[in-house]
């Protein structure tokens, strides 16, 4: 079964607009990640958040992390088109063995 | 550095054909990984292998196998292709550990009729 639900599905925006998505996990976690999978091709790690993290920063991404809710959240701020792709939320269990549970990722289309 | 590679990158199978899909990678990491992406389903794991000489079943491990050739290599086996099998499959690997990202490989794109 999936750990990680995203939220919304699919999200359309005008290019300069933020784009935030959500993520929610059942289980108790070492880390949560986020990648980037452009149409067709490999996926590409965004950024890591440790369990006793709440907040990071990485370029125009931010990332939240609340363990009691079990939930984060990906904000890209002012958009761009090649901003493009499904994103993907990936949590590291505790425990779990050195493996990342994938959900079932926000599509984001950013218009022009 | 090639990163993580996998061949081939389009494949037909027949129902009941076999076929080994390649993965390598030459970053010197520990575990290699190999997932199915269907379509609103997210990445599911196949199996894993968390370091040279071990592998594992992962959520949907039925109707594969896996060999961790060396250190670089690790190859996906299907016995007997079924249409259910139809998938992109991606190949994957990182340090052993905690708190590290994965790297993959640009996806094998199976079709099984």
């Known amino acids: 079964s999936q750990q990680g639900e995203e939220d919304p599905q699919a999200l359309s925006i005008q290019e300069g607009e933020n784009a935030t998505m959500n993520c929610s996990y059942k289980t108790s976690i070492n880390n949560l990640q986020w990648y980037r999978q452009n149409s067709g091709r490999g996926l590409v790690h965004l950024i890591l958040i440790r369990s006793n993290e709440r907040e990071k920063h990485s370029g125009r991404l931010r990332v939240t992390l609340d363990t009691s809710k079990k939930s984060s959240s990906l904000l890209i701020t002012a958009s761009r088109a090649a901003d493009t792709a499904s994103y993907f939320c990936a949590t590291e269990k505790t425990g779990g063995g050195n493996k990342l549970t994938f959900g079932t990722g926000t599509q984001l289309k950013v218009e022009l | 550095n090639a990163g993580v590679t996998q061949t081939p990158k389009f494949q037909v199978l027949k129902t009941g054909q076999s076929m080994t899909l390649q993965c390598a990678q030459d970053?010197?990491?520990?575990?290699m990984y190999w997932y199915r992406q269907d379509p609103g389903m997210g990445l599911r794991l196949i199996y894993y292998s968390a370091s040279e000489g071990t592998t594992d079943k992962g959520e949907v491990p039925n109707g594969y196998n896996v060999s961790r050739l060396n250190k670089r290599e690790f190859s996906l086996r299907l016995e007997s292709a079924a249409p259910s099998q139809t998938s992109v499959y991606f190949c994957a690997s990182r340090l052993y550990g905690t708190d590290y990202e994965q790297y993959f490989g640009p996806g094998t794109r199976l079709t099984v009729t």
């Open positions: 970053m010197n990491h520990n575990s």
